[in-house]
């Protein structure tokens, strides 16, 4: 029996806990079955998370999560023993609530975390490590996106990846296959139909349900677009009017993480398109790295992960357009100075 590397302990860990995709459960469901060692860690794993089975629906609060969280990794950089000893600590500990659900919260907790430690495995980093990897994969894909149009760029007598489309056409209806150019992302599907970007490169790794779908020759020549929105998960810039066109300062905005406005779209084009801004749509960041931020690529080539959607001196929402509150799908700046990534 070969001892596991690290990357297939971290496949068993994210197996146990529901993280796979399917191609990876089909990976770590192998493994198990020909690897004792494998097939040890994954018994542990649920054998300790099969007690917070109980919890149902309810959450654990998350002050508490984070503590708990916070004494395992200062342990961890300690040592691997210091860290038994804290966990068995924890699990003889009298809990200190005696009635309702959380009645035996402290041990569950303890038992959770013995995740860290099932067999030979020590996850130090968790859950934010796993962001920060995820962070940087993301840019990396953005970058070579980048290079996808200055390659085009280059083909072309320097001109950006475009489709014609007439004034009033709707940038929304991503995937939608008919002759009218009417989704913002059939300007950059010429990437891929002209193989300068691998359409896996569309999909953020930080997306926990992705489609990384591979697309054969017939298939690249007989679509007009993206599959489906699960297909590409970013946003590129809506451009103003050309007559309003001039040169500003600084970075312009091109791409960036997916625009939590229009995450969910309607899967009939027929019908009507209309958006309404609220509250939480002012404020929430892209859903592709669990809204703790977004990374954004700018036109010199540059690739940054911000915490708020505003960028340049004027702090502009990238994520919407100024003075707009109700949205049809067709709307575009109205200056050169607002950025607007969409759909």
Same mark, same amino acid.
Request: glycine share 4%; charged share 25%; proline share 7%.
């Given at each position: 029996m070969t001892g =596991? !590397?690290?990357?297939?302990?971290? *496949?068993?860990? !994210? $197996?146990c806990v529901g993280l796979t995709s399917k191609e990876q459960t089909r990976r770590a469901e192998a493994l198990i079955s020909s690897n004792q060692q494998a097939a040890d860690i994954c018994a542990t794993l649920k054998s300790a998370l099969l007690p917070l089975d109980s919890l149902g629906d309810e959450e654990c609060p998350e002050e508490l999560a984070q503590v708990t969280v916070g004494r395992l990794n200062n342990a961890?950089?300690?040592s691997e023993l210091k860290l038994q000893a804290?966990?068995?600590? %924890?699990?003889s500990r009298e809990p200190a609530v005696k009635t309702g659900v959380w009645a035996d919260i402290g041990r569950r907790l303890a038992t959770a975390a013995v995740f860290v430690v099932a067999g030979s495995i020590l996850i130090t980093a968790l859950n934010l490590t796993r962001q920060k990897y995820w962070q940087h994969q993301c840019q990396m894909q953005l970058a070579r996106i980048f290079q996808g149009i200055t390659q085009y760029a280059n083909d072309h007598d320097g001109k950006m990846p475009a489709v014609a489309t007439s004034a009033g056409s709707p940038w929304w209806k991503v995937g939608y296959q008919g002759n009218e150019n009417q989704s913002n992302t059939r300007h950059v599907w010429l990437l891929v139909k002209g193989r300068y970007v691998d359409p896996a490169d569309f999909v953020c790794p930080g997306v926990r349900h992705r489609q990384t779908t591979g697309f054969g020759p017939t298939q690249l020549q007989n679509l007009n677009d993206f599959p489906a929105r699960g297909h590409i998960t970013y946003s590129f810039r809506i451009p103003c009017d050309s007559s309003l066109q001039t040169d500003t300062p600084g970075r312009r905005v091109l791409i960036a993480d997916l625009?939590?406005?229009? %995450?969910?779209?309607?899967?009939? $084009?027929?019908?009507?398109?209309? =958006?309404? *801004? !609220?509250? !939480? =749509?002012?404020?929430i960041n892209s859903p592709n790295h669990k809204r703790r931020g977004q990374n954004v690529l700018f036109d010199d080539g540059s690739v940054r992960f911000q915490r708020t959607r505003n960028t340049g001196l004027l702090k502009d929402d990238i994520f919407t357009l100024q003075n707009t509150h109700i949205y049809k799908g067709v709307e575009v700046p109205a200056c050169q100075s607002d950025a607007f990534v969409a759909p």
């Open positions: =596991l !590397d690290h990357q297939q302990k971290q *496949l068993i860990f !994210d $197996y961890a950089r300690s804290l966990l068995a600590a %924890e699990q625009n939590p406005l229009f %995450e969910r779209l309607p899967g009939n $084009y027929s019908g009507p398109f209309e =958006l309404r *801004l !609220d509250k !939480d =749509l002012l404020s």
